[in-house]
C-alpha cells in the first residue's frame, strides 16, 4: 500500500527540502528565503519527505 500524502504549513526546516525539489524542477529558487514560512504548505509522503510544494502571492 502507498503511503497517503498530507499537507502542512511549511516552516524554515523544511527551507533545504524545498529548495532542492524546486532546483530539480528547473525552478528559480532566489528570493525564496524573503517569502518563505506561512505562504507555504509542504505536502509530505508518509510524513518523511517534501513531495511537493505550494506558495500563495498576494501580488
Known amino acids: 500500500m502507498r503511503d497517503s ?3 502542512r504549513p ?3 526546516a523544511d527551507m ?3 529548495i532542492s525539489l524546486l532546483r530539480r524542477a528547473g525552478l ?3 528570493g525564496l528565503a524573503d ?3 506561512k505562504a507555504y504548505v509542504v505536502a509530505e509522503r508518509g510524513g518523511r519527505r517534501a513531495v511537493d510544494r ?3 502571492s498576494a501580488d
Request: proline share 6%; aromatic share 12%; charged share 15%.
Open 5 to 7: 500524502v498530507t499537507t
Open 10 to 12: 511549511a516552516d524554515y
Open 16 to 18: 533545504d527540502r524545498v
Open 28 to 30: 528559480p529558487t532566489s
Open 35 to 37: 517569502q518563505f514560512g
Open 54 to 56: 505550494a506558495g500563495l
